[in-house]
């Protein structure tokens, strides 16, 4: 049985050369295996695609319908096969990225630097920002989003390890204002607010005990919109903060900060890699993406 996608090649070669000996020189086989693999597809879809005389060819009107099925199915074909290459070639480019400014500088940027050591011919372009990204429009090949999603068919979102927050003072905060022992105790002290968060986030903080959430409305004097900032101010002892965990990861081991409530459950936000929904992927980011999934996933 002749392979019917080299059937439908010789089909729309046939109809491009004019004859069928033209077309047998074109695919390198002879006129009568053209002939055949004509006859083929004539089986089996039943019914007559070319009008052949002793002087010259041309479609029936079915014939020529067929013909753009044939060269669609050949073209998706073609997409295929240079997606298979593409997975096989070797990354390389620059890959544009981008990402919260505290997950990026103190989870993601590690593994960019552990991404780069294996893909020797891979530039990444890190961009850290805590506005809202578009990455379609803004010209990004990946973005870290944190929170909630919207619904957006041209993205494909992965999700990635959670966003855990946990709230922690200085110890000459707690000496002088005491250490909160319920959640509720935190609407009598300084809390500071991360300015880029949502109204809700920076207002009202969210606690889980036995799978029960406690919404603890605060208040502080203190915002800002650049974490580093407000970490300075929780090690001053001013109020305070809820962070992400592996931002004070060393402050809390040191002793510089002390965990507070942590009975509690703090708050958590999902957090997603983003990336368009394109089958022609690139091997630079389905590398990264992989690679991601792998570590952070």
């Known amino acids: 049985m002749l392979d019917r996608l080299t059937s439908m090649t010789v089909f729309a070669q046939t109809v491009r050369s004019g ?28 019914t007559r695609l070319l009008n052949r005389t002793t002087r010259k060819q041309s479609l029936t009107v079915f014939g020529r319908l067929y013909l753009e099925q ?35 500088r103190h989870t993601l940027l590690p593994v ?37 999603l919207q619904t957006n068919l041209a993205l494909v979102a992965r999700p990635l390890r959670t966003y855990r927050l946990v709230a922690c003072a200085s110890p000459a905060y707690l000496l002088t204002h005491g250490i909160p ?24 903080w969210h606690f889980r005990q036995d799978g029960r959430v406690i919404e603890v409305p605060v208040k502080g004097r203190l915002q800002v919109n650049d974490w580093e900032a407000l970490r300075s101010a929780a090690l001053d002892g001013f109020g305070i903060l809820i962070s992400y965990e592996q931002a004070v990861a060393a402050d809390l081991e040191s002793g510089l900060l002390i965990q507070i409530l942590p009975g509690y459950e703090g708050p958590i936000r999902p ?27």
């Open 19 to 46: 004859s069928f000996a033209a077309a047998a020189e074109k695919l390198g086989m002879s006129p009568q295996m053209v002939a055949k693999h004509i006859e083929a597809l004539e089986q089996r879809v039943e």
């Open 70 to 104: 044939c060269q669609s199915v050949l073209a998706e074909v073609q997409v295929a096969d240079r997606l298979a290459q593409a997975s096989h070639a070797e990354p390389h480019g620059r890959l544009c990225i981008n990402a919260p400014v505290t997950f990026g």
């Open 112 to 148: 960019v630097t552990q991404f780069l050591n294996r893909y020797a011919q891979v530039d990444v372009e890190l961009t850290l920002s805590d506005r809202l990204i578009d990455p379609m429009e803004e010209g990004y090949e990946a973005v870290v989003r944190l929170g909630p």
């Open 181 to 204: 022992q319920l959640p509720t105790d935190l609407t009598r002290h300084e809390c500071l607010g991360f300015a880029p968060w949502v109204s809700d986030l920076s207002r009202i």
């Open 271 to 297: 957090i997603h890699l983003l990336y368009a929904a394109d089958r022609r992927m690139t091997p630079k980011l389905r590398c990264f993406v992989d690679y991601l999934m792998e570590v952070l996933g």
